[in-house]
Antibody
Framework: EVQLVESGGGLVQPGGSLRLSCAASGFTFNSYSINWVRQAPGKGLEWVSYISSSSGNIYYADSVKGRFTISRDNAKNSLSLQMNSLRDEDTAVYYC??????????????WGQGTLVTVSS | DIQMTQSPSSLSASVGDRVTITCRASQNFDSYLNWYQQKPGKAPKLLIFATSNLHSGVTSRFSGSGSGTDFTLTISSLQPEDFATYYCHQRDKFGQGTKVEIK
């Protein structure tokens, strides 16, 4: 069974940092690209970042570029999102989501349960 | 910047109704569109990928169609468990969501 489990969320002050993790199991982690997607309270979904299976390709939404860093450790089946210079508008549930692996389709076939990040003073 | 616009933003329907949700892209840059279902407090779930392909384990009540800039998600006969919010998605863009409520 494919499983993605996020952790690391919490309350942080504006300007602070937080590191999210996503633990993967039930599939060959090093064969799949992974994304972070977030959802502000009561709002829709926003794609945040993408990392390819070998970390060779990394992309960020303009809203987080220069502040967030995505990385993965294929030996540990884990994904991370380092978030710096956090702003109020970064408050959201953060999901890791597996890219479906069908070339060109860019769909997210499995999602974690999410971890809540609250940026507030 | 590409925008994905869903319509309607919300709808009320009865069990057994046929429901159609539309997603329009502001530009034709990719032929593949995906649909997700999200229930309150839960993570989104993939329903349809690459416009018309049913994700594993998803009931055939759901179907997708379209091309270019206009895409459709259809629920053939609405069931109680289908009341949720639906999102379209293409590359790095999501639609704003369509909330399907009980009439």
């Amino acid at each position: 069974e494919v499983q993605l489990v996020e952790s690391g969320g919490g309350l942080v002050q504006p300007g602070g940092s937080l590191r999210l993790s996503c633990a993967a199991s039930g599939f060959t982690f090093n064969s799949y690209s992974i994304n972070w997607v977030r959802q502000a309270p009561g709002k829709g979904l926003e794609w945040v970042s993408y990392i390819s299976s070998s970390s060779g390709n990394i992309y960020y939404a303009d809203s987080v570029k220069g502040r967030f860093t995505i990385s993965r450790d294929n030996a540990k089946n884990s994904l991370s999102l380092q978030m710096n210079s956090l702003r109020d508008e970064d408050t959201a549930v953060y999901y890791c989501a597996r890219d479906g692996g069908v070339p060109g389709t860019h769909h997210f076939d499995y999602w974690g349960q999410g971890t809540l990040v609250t940026v507030s003073s | 910047d590409i925008q994905m616009t869903q319509s309607p933003s919300s709808l009320s329907a009865s069990v057994g109704d046929r429901v159609t949700i539309t997603c329009r892209a502001s530009q034709n840059f990719d032929s593949y569109l995906n649909w997700y279902q999200q229930k309150p407090g839960k993570a989104p779930k993939l329903l349809i990928f690459a416009t018309s392909n049913l994700h594993s384990g998803v009931t055939s009540r759901f179907s997708g169609s379209g091309s270019g800039t206009d895409f459709t998600l259809t629920i053939s006969s609405l069931q109680p468990e289908d009341f949720a919010t639906y999102y379209c998605h293409q590359r790095d863009k999501f639609g704003q969501g369509t909330k399907v409520e009980i009439k």
